[in-house]
DNA sequence: GCGACAG
DNA sequence: ATCTTGTCGC
């Protein structure tokens, strides 16, 4: 079989591009920024984007305001006030810290080809190819892993792999793999955010033949709002079996009053009446997981696993110990607060690193606008 | 008041 | 997810 290839685009790069499209003296707003990336929901990505531009002399984030006229925020140095003396310079007239007659300075049709609207279909085809079915009888299942990210900072990321045996508990492996995110979160898209990270990791775990015979991933199945969320991408482009555990409804709906320890309750699919994913009481005084399918699972053999490993804990052990591993090692190498220059303590929970310090950086090419998974 | 959004 | 001290409850 092909290997399975999917290109996910450098959102965060695409979205600074689009600021070099606003003519001179004019604004935009996170809200036209969004929707000409193709989903009006990622006004708040396009923010944090805007809040951790680099450069710029190169992307004037500066014009973007809010769709009310309200100027908002601006991370660099002066902040709010230098925002609104760079708008002024270009001859935006504002007062009480909104721009005057918005619908006279805005800027909307950017030239665009609407990535995540591509993404979206890429969801839909996706979901279609999700089986819905146990690929194993329960007593075949001998090992289960859990998959979890951290995030040192919003463009890097830390995955994780743990691996434990069924029945006993021990783990048998872990491993993380860090690397650049280009992808900011967006409701409904984390798997593209995600899967750079996961993919690699996991293909090398499967490398190494570590790879457990199903894999509990922290985030959705097919509990979702095209039937495609993270779980189900990795389970169909590892042809693996793959279950879906979440800590907070993304999508569907259930009653959960009054749910004891060890009890079940279908969540349904809002528009077609379906049970596309299953309410957990794992632990008492906790809310429940929401389980579903992500690929070759049954609902049943997805909940049954997600009962018997989450032990005295809420989540189920594979997830915990990977959401553990993943955050420790992010922890390691966090950035300071002020984010520059800065050192990282030489405490002893530091690894001894070894890294050539004085590596002159070179210019940098021209990077990818698109990642090939 | 509306919308509601995993990580 | 991340930023964060102590505090309430079982």
Known sequence: MAEERIEIPDLRRYTLELLRQIPKGKVTTYRALAQA????????????????????EVYPCYKVVHSDGSVGEYSAPGRTAAKIQKLQADGIPIEDGRVVRLREYVFHPFGTEKPLERLRKLQEELAGRVVREAVLSPKDVRTVGGVDLSYPGPWEGVGAYVSVERGTGKVLAGRTHRCEVTFPYIPTYLAFRELPVLLPLLRRVREEGELADVLLVDGSGVLHHRHAGIASHLGVLLDHPTVGVIKRLLYGSVDVKGMQKGETRPVRDPQTGDVI????????????????????????????????????????????????????????????????????????AAPASSEPQGTPKKPKKPRQMALDL
């Not at 923010?47 to 710029?56: D, P, R, V, Y």
């Open 37 to 56: 990336l193709g989903d009006k929901r990622a006004a708040r990505a396009v923010g944090q984007i805007m809040a951790t531009n680099e450069h710029l």
């Open 277 to 348: 994913g299953m309410a957990v009481k794992t632990h008492e005084r906790a809310d429940p997981l929401y389980v579903s399918i992500g690929h070759k699972v049954s609902l049943d053999l997805a909940v049954r696993l997600v009962l018997e490993l989450s032990g005295k804990h809420k989540l189920p052990e594979p997830i915990r110990r990977a959401h553990e591993l993943c955050t420790r090692e992010a922890h390691v190498h966090r950035r300071p607060k002020g984010e520059g220059a800065g050192e990282i303590d030489a405490g002893s």
